[in-house]
């Protein structure tokens, strides 16, 4: 079974310019997770669903980030307009409602320049 | 509100000898799950080891075992027979409830270098 897919894997942009990243979660899976990590906070939550359905955003640092899950299959994180302090790994993990893990995706590597 | 913390930024083990990562977690949840990952240098999160709250044993898989103290509130990982694969930044997390429907919540990370 394939784990949870990211794209890209790296990504450089130029501050102001509209970051989009996607996640595919592990197939039947009902939660999809998205962290970002980076050397001053560590790894936090951002946001979260449930069946497609936002649970807790509060994690998103502000009106440029938005999330959405349009279906099971498909997440995708947007940063609009993007700043040098977005620059991190931004991971996607999914799991099942009934069990005990996390699985995380490999992990998208932006640099806003 | 639930916090974690690994006290030791980095560490060092030679090769084939065992490695204890200290962790250490609060919560006033009575249901909560404990985990360690692995990110090495390459960057994925690799699932190590589940311990859940009311679990009477200690949760071992492989070369990894996880000793669970309650009472002291610590789930520390432990390492046995050490490779030089194991090298890489080895993350303790928590998570509020016993099923995978509540966000982990991170230590801030150990690094551990094996020594040949």
């Known amino acids: 079974d394939a784990g949870v897919i990211q794209s890209p894997r790296h990504e450089v942009t130029e501050m102001g310019q509209e970051v989009t990243l996607r996640c595919k979660p592990i197939?039947?899976?009902?939660?999809l997770f998205w962290y970002r990590q980076t050397m001053m906070r560590g790894l936090e939550l951002l946001i979260y669903?449930?069946?497609?359905?936002?649970?807790?955003d509060s994690g998103m640092p502000e009106d440029r980030f938005s999330a959405k899950m349009p279906n099971a299959s498909f997440s995708t994180l947007k940063i609009q307009p993007s700043e040098p302090r977005d620059s991190a790994v931004y991971f996607c993990?999914?799991?099942?409602?009934?069990?005990?893990?996390?699985?995380f995706g490999p992990g998208t590597r932006l640099l806003v320049l | 509100a639930q916090k974690i913390t690994q006290t030791q930024p980095g560490m060092f083990v030679q090769e084939k000898e065992a490695v204890t990562l200290d962790c250490t977690y609060d919560?006033?949840?009575?249901?909560?799950?404990l985990f360690w990952y692995k990110q090495p240098s390459s960057g994925e999160m690799i699932f190590l080891i589940y311990?859940?709250?009311?679990?009477?044993q200690n949760a071992t898989e492989g070369r990894y075992s996880l000793n669970f103290q309650k009472a002291r509130k610590s789930a520390n990982l432990v390492i046995s027979a050490s490779q030089l694969g194991d090298s890489a930044m080895y993350f303790c997390a928590m998570r509020e409830g016993l099923s995978g429907n509540t966000p982990l919540v991170f230590g801030k990370g150990t690094r551990l270098s094996v020594i040949a």
């Open positions: 669903f449930n069946n497609n359905v936002p649970i807790d």
């Open positions: 919560t006033s949840d009575p249901s909560y799950g």
């Open positions: 993990a999914s799991s099942l409602a009934g069990g005990e893990t996390q699985y």
């Open positions: 311990q859940g709250s009311y679990d009477q």
């Open positions: 197939s039947g899976h009902d939660y």
